[in-house]
């Protein structure tokens, strides 16, 4: 994908009217066994992505990005997005245009946008205020004044982290395994990333295939417990353990060898062996 540079392209406006007002509201707001589904927001999900490259919705050049993928960015279901691209790819509606390789081009990117002259103004003022260490007030131009505040805040400012691509590839395995989805980036979360991004055996697809065959962590157990992404990337035991098959057989409760209450594994590595059943959790 192709990211335009420049701190004035990375937000876009929202038009008051065209949201509240717009055809988009009666042709994106459907019927679906008798429940109304508002689809806006996914065009909304689409509109930016495309605002990463001039309005195109693609991986590079000629390769589009598969559903599956944008589904699990978006956090909604694949048949919701294909419901929405196939309204907006409607002549009639004309929000979006498939090329012939696939790749999808938002007709109506350019209408989200300030006009070049107006960003600018934005842009060159933002500069001479940060040189000039004025920090704007609210009574002048509202959008000028945001502009300022948060260059002042910079670093200070708690911002939400955009979703890794490990997320993605989670949120499509979960949405098939009915696990949790991501739904955003704590401090935490990307500090234990980083970490096991840095270990040559964290390789996160092989991980999400073992999961596949680990009946265990899928929620086979005597305590209904379920692996998550948080648990993946705690600690380099905890997906160690899932590559080597630790969490392969389901659980019943019984009585160990010695008559005390524990799970005993039916298969896999741990076959017969009593266990308190929690995965380890350790940093």
Same mark, same amino acid.
């Not at 890794?164 to 949120?171: D, F, G, R, Y």
């Given at each position: 994908? *192709?990211?335009? *540079?420049?701190?004035?392209?990375?937000?876009?406006?929202?038009?008051?009217?065209?949201?509240?007002?717009?055809?988009?509201?009666?042709?994106?707001?459907?019927?679906?066994?008798?429940?109304?589904?508002?689809?806006?927001?996914?065009? +909304?999900?689409?509109? +930016?992505?495309?605002?990463?490259?001039?309005?195109?919705?693609?991986?590079?050049?000629? +390769?589009?990005?598969?559903?599956?993928?944008?589904?699990?960015?978006?956090?909604?279901?694949?048949?919701?997005?294909?419901?929405?691209?196939?309204?907006?790819?409607?002549?009639?509606?004309? *929000?979006?245009?498939?090329?012939?390789?696939?790749?999808?081009?938002?007709?109506?990117?350019?209408?989200?946008?300030?006009?070049?002259?107006?960003?600018? $103004?934005?842009?060159?003022?933002?500069?001479?205020?940060?040189?000039?260490?004025?920090?704007? !007030?609210? &009574?002048?131009?509202?959008?000028?004044?945001?502009?300022?505040?948060?260059?002042?805040?910079?670093? =200070?400012?708690?911002?939400?982290?955009?979703?890794?691509?490990? +997320? #993605?590839?989670?949120?499509?395995?979960?949405?098939?395994?009915?696990?949790?989805? #991501?739904?955003?980036?704590?401090?935490?979360?990307?500090?234990?990333?980083?970490?096991? $991004?840095?270990?040559?055996?964290?390789?996160?697809?092989?991980?999400?295939?073992?999961?596949?065959?680990? $009946?265990?962590?899928?929620?086979?157990?005597?305590? /209904?417990?379920?692996?998550?992404?948080?648990?993946?990337?705690?600690? =380099?035991?905890?997906?160690?353990?899932?590559?080597?098959?630790?969490? !392969? /057989? !389901?659980?019943?409760?019984?009585? &160990?060898?010695? /008559?005390?209450?524990?799970?005993?594994?039916?298969? /896999?590595?741990?076959?017969?062996?009593?266990?308190?059943?929690?995965?380890?959790? $350790?940093?």
């Amino acid at each position: 994908m *192709k990211h335009n *540079k420049g701190k004035i392209k990375k937000w876009y406006p929202i038009w008051i009217d065209k949201w509240l007002w717009g055809s988009m509201r009666h042709e994106l707001i459907i019927q679906n066994d008798g429940e109304f589904v508002d689809l806006r927001g996914i065009f +909304t999900d689409l509109l +930016t992505v495309s605002k990463k490259d001039s309005g195109f919705i693609r991986a590079n050049e000629n +390769t589009p990005y598969p559903l599956e993928q944008l589904a699990g960015m978006f956090c909604v279901p694949v048949e919701r997005l294909s419901q929405c691209i196939e309204i907006c790819l409607r002549p009639e509606v004309h *929000k979006l245009r498939k090329h012939s390789n696939g790749v999808l081009f938002v007709i109506s990117h350019a209408d989200y946008d300030l006009s070049d002259s107006y960003k600018y $103004r934005l842009e060159n003022e933002n500069e001479e205020s940060i040189e000039h260490g004025e920090q704007g !007030s609210k &009574n002048s131009d509202p959008i000028q004044y945001k502009i300022r505040q948060d260059k002042i805040r910079g670093d =200070k400012r708690e911002r939400v982290s955009p979703l890794p691509l490990e +997320t #993605v590839s989670w949120n499509l395995f979960a949405s098939q395994n009915n696990l949790s989805l #991501v739904r955003e980036m704590s401090p935490s979360r990307n500090r234990h990333l980083l970490l096991r $991004r840095g270990e040559s055996a964290f390789e996160f697809e092989k991980i999400l295939e073992a999961l596949k065959k680990a $009946r265990f962590a899928l929620g086979e157990n005597d305590r /209904g417990w379920k692996v998550d992404f948080d648990f993946v990337i705690h600690s =380099k035991d905890n997906y160690l353990k899932i590559l080597e098959g630790k969490y !392969s /057989g !389901s659980t019943n409760t019984g009585k &160990n060898r010695n /008559g005390s209450g524990g799970v005993i594994a039916e298969k /896999g590595k741990y076959a017969g062996v009593a266990s308190a059943g929690r995965p380890d959790k $350790r940093t």
